[in-house]
């Protein structure tokens, strides 16, 4: 498996609401451990360390994809 790197989320615009949404009564501090604690379920569920791996490397690289 690679990482896709091409738009892949349906309905972009709910999906970012749906972020928003969920942080919108949090401190600086609770945002930051939702974004974790986000991370390392989608990383669980991906489950590949290459993919992973990739994945971390393209966000130091390139933080805005």
Not at 12 to 33: K, P, S, V
């Amino acid at each position: 498996m690679t990482l896709i790197r091409t738009p892949n989320i349906g309905q972009t615009d709910a999906f970012y609401q749906a972020l928003i949404d969920a942080q919108r009564d949090m401190n600086e501090e609770q945002a930051n451990m939702f974004s974790t604690k986000l991370v390392l379920i989608m990383a669980n569920h991906i489950g590949d360390n290459a993919v992973l791996n990739e994945a971390i490397a393209l966000a130091k690289s390139n933080p805005v994809v």
